[in-house]
Structures are given as structure tokens and as C-alpha cells.
């Protein structure tokens, strides 16, 4: 037996999420067992747990986008019994069952070994929103941002994947412009390492000439629309933006003008589908170098129970910082 939060659609179409006990026979296939510890709430997992979501085609569902735990049982033999894992992507919470629940069958192609210095806990209190941020911030520097360039503007700072890249692009040494429209994050964030809270509303006008004066040195925006449009004209040359989330719309109202006239590089980040060596950096990365004690601190803590309101609040922007789930708890 293992303990689910499963999502169940009714024949009107609504969703409802309730904590069950489910045989093991239930789990989905895979080579790999995971006894899951932990797991966080994202974005995703709001949409996965309401009504109209749009992402969960198969009911019931367990969500949950990413987890860490240990083996309990493996097939394949990159990974035995006690080996500790982190699993992100491959639409796992979306189309194979998830995290949340105390037990996980997934492809081992889909996991990672957990990188030394890290525990469980710690490598959820970042979760796929560190893992994602800390890819956006590898591209960057793969691109010539290192700090001394100049300001790096941060969207969605108040976010999970903006906490988590403000505190890592702070700890590198980049001087961090972090935007939020909610003033009262402004104590947060500077405890993160901003440098400089930049309202939201400066960014948020539709673009009114292509180029503006150059300001940022790079950029890593969970937004997207018009607020990416803003951002792109007011690029330092050669600079690049990592783009991450479209939380402000798919559309993108620019023009092609900063591209050719200052050389600004649209970088899209998917954290979905990486490849293994990618995955490995980036964990490995993320074990170097966040300040994950200062993160573990500033953690949500959840238990199952907890997530089908968490997941409405998620949607309405008023999670801040990340929610650690103990599916244990």
C-alpha cells in the first residue's frame, strides 16, 4: 500500500483531490521504484489540480512534477536498492503519475543520482523551479554573462524559479534587479541578494519604441508577453534574456530590431525533456552553488492535505518562494 493525493474527474467535468490509500498494483509502469520523501508545488501542479487545468488527459492522477527520494526497487542497474534520486520533467505529474505520494515507478532514464552535499529535503526546498533557474543561469553564462558585466534583471522575483535564480545570480556575484508587483516581497528579496527592487508596473507598459536604453546585462524572465517585449528593447548589446514561463501571455509584441541592431539572444529554457548530462550539471551546480540553507529556510512546508488549496492559491500568485511537500507527513 503507498498514500496518494489522486485527482478524480466527475461526469460534469470537475476535478476533485482527495489523499487515498492505493495497492502498489496501482502504480503506473517503469523500471525504478522510489520510496518518495519529498516534492514541491509548481505552477503546473495548480493547473493539474483544478478544473480545466488543461494538462492531466488521464484520470485518476496523482500530480506532482518532481520528487527526491530513495530506491526501493530497480530493474536497471545505473541505480540500486538505498540509492538516493531526484527525478524533474518528462511530464511526470502530467502524464505518468507523480510525486505527490510516498511511493514513485518511473523510467530510469527519467532520474538522477542525488549529487553529494545534498540531502532529500534540500534538493526539493529548490525543486524543479532551482533546477529551472539554474539552467537559465548556466545558458546565460554558456552566452558571456559574468558578473562585472552589469545589472542582471530577474521577473517574477517573487516566484520560485525568480527566489531561487535572484539568490544563486546573487551569491555568483551579478549585481540582481529583481521585479515584483508586491511591494511588501521587497524585505524578501533583499534578504535573497537584490541589489534593487524594480516595480513591476516600470515593465509592464506596452512597448512604445523597439530599442530603450541599454540597462540589462542579462535577463531571466518568468513572464513572458508584453513585459519580455519591455525587456528585449532595453538589452545591453549582446545580451541575452532566458526565458522560462509564460505566466504574462504567449504572445510576444516586439520587433525584430534589438535582435539585429544590438545582437540580444532569446534563450528558451524547457527544464521538461533536458538531457541526462545536462540534468547531471545542472544538480551538480545547484549542489555548489545555492545557499541552500538560506533557502531551506524560507521554504513552505505541505503536507498532502494541504496541496488542493495551495494549488488554487498558486494560480492567483500568492504562493511566495517555494512549498516543500513532505509526503510522509
Known amino acids: 500500500m ?12 470537475d476535478t476533485h483531490a482527495s489523499v487515498q490509500n492505493l495497492e502498489d498494483s496501482r502504480l503506473p509502469e517503469g523500471n525504478v521504484t522510489v520510496a518518495v520523501e519529498y516534492s514541491t508545488l509548481n505552477y503546473k501542479d495548480g493547473l493539474c489540480l483544478t478544473s480545466g487545468g488543461g494538462l492531466v488527459r488521464n484520470y485518476p492522477h496523482v500530480p506532482g512534477i518532481d520528487f527526491a527520494g530513495t530506491v526501493e526497487a530497480s530493474e536497471d542497474p545505473r541505480y540500486r536498492e538505498g540509492d538516493k534520486v531526484v527525478l524533474t520533467g518528462w511530464r511526470v505529474g502530467e502524464v505518468h503519475w507523480g510525486g505527490y505520494a510516498t511511493r514513485a515507478r518511473v523510467n530510469a532514464d527519467w532520474l538522477v543520482p542525488l549529487p553529494e552535499g545534498l540531502t532529500t529535503r534540500q534538493a526539493m526546498s529548490v525543486g524543479t523551479a532551482g533546477f529551472t533557474a539554474m539552467l537559465a543561469i548556466m545558458s546565460l553564462e554558456d552566452h558571456g554573462l559574468a558578473p562585472g558585466n552589469g545589472e542582471v534583471l530577474v521577473t517574477g522575483a517573487g516566484g520560485g524559479v525568480g527566489s531561487v535564480a535572484v539568490s544563486v545570480l546573487s551569491r555568483l556575484g551579478h549585481q540582481v534587479a529583481a521585479v515584483t508587483g508586491r511591494p511588501a516581497l521587497e524585505p524578501y528579496l533583499r ?30 524572465d ?9 525587456v528585449l528593447g532595453q538589452m545591453q548589446y549582446g545580451g541575452s534574456v532566458a526565458s522560462v514561463g509564460l505566466a504574462g501571455g504567449a504572445n510576444l509584441p516586439a520587433t525584430v530590431i534589438p535582435f539585429l541592431l ?24 545547484i549542489a555548489r552553488d545555492l545557499p541552500v540553507e538560506k533557502l531551506e529556510a524560507m521554504v513552505q512546508p505541505a503536507t498532502l492535505s494541504d496541496l488542493p488549496d495551495l494549488g488554487a492559491a498558486i494560480l492567483k500568485g500568492q504562493v511566495q518562494g517555494r512549498v516543500l511537500v513532505d509526503v510522509n507527513a
Not at 485527482?7 to 467535468?13: I, N, T
Not at 518568468?222 to 519591455?230: E, I, K, Y
Request: aromatic fraction near 6%.
Open 2 to 13: 503507498f498514500k496518494a493525493l489522486v485527482v478524480e474527474k466527475a461526469e460534469s467535468g
Open 262 to 285: 544590438r545582437g540580444v539572444n532569446l534563450l528558451g529554457i524547457d527544464s521538461v525533456m533536458r538531457p541526462y548530462a545536462d540534468r547531471v550539471r545542472a544538480w551538480t551546480r
Open 222 to 230: 518568468s513572464v513572458g508577453g508584453p513585459m519580455l517585449a519591455r
Open 191 to 220: 534578504d535573497l541578494g537584490a541589489h534593487r527592487i524594480v516595480p513591476r508596473e516600470e515593465l509592464a507598459e506596452t512597448v512604445k519604441r523597439p530599442l530603450e536604453a541599454e540597462t540589462w546585462a542579462g535577463c531571466i
